[in-house]
Nanobody
Framework: QVQLVESGGGLVQPGGSLRLSCVASGIFLDIYAMSWYRQAPGKERELVAT????????NYADAVKGRFTIARDNAKNTVYLEMNSLKPEDTAVYYC???????????WGKGTQVTVSS
């Protein structure tokens, strides 16, 4: 059974930092393209950061470039999203996503809430 479990969300002041974690079970990250998405109230889910494949190539949404960093530890089956200089517009539920390379098979976590407010 595949599970992606996010953690690390919370309430933070503008300018602060958070690190989200996504622990995967039932899959091996080295054959998955892992990504972070977010969904704010009343908005569609959007891609925030992604590994293009099993390697180290990454892509970021323009809104988070230079502030967010996606990282992975295949030995721990964990993907991270380091978020710095947070802004109120970063407030959303953040979801971990894994797509098996060479297939259309995707898995989602249940999300973790990030709230940026003073």
């Amino acid at each position: 059974q595949v599970q992606l479990v996010e953690s690390g969300g919370g309430l933070v002041q503008p300018g602060g930092s958070l690190r989200l974690s996504c622990v995967a079970s039932g899959i091996f990250l080295d054959i998955y393209a892992m990504s972070w998405y977010r969904q704010a109230p009343g908005k569609e889910r959007e891609l925030v950061a992604t590994f293009a494949g099993a390697g180290d190539s990454t892509n970021y949404a323009d809104a988070v470039k230079g502030r967010f960093t996606i990282a992975r530890d295949n030995a721990k089956n964990t993907v991270y999203l380091e978020m710095n200089s947070l802004k109120p517009e970063d407030t959303a539920v953040y979801y971990c996503n894994g797509r098996k390379l060479g297939t259309s098979m995707k898995y989602w976590g249940k999300g973790t809430q990030v709230t940026v407010s003073s």
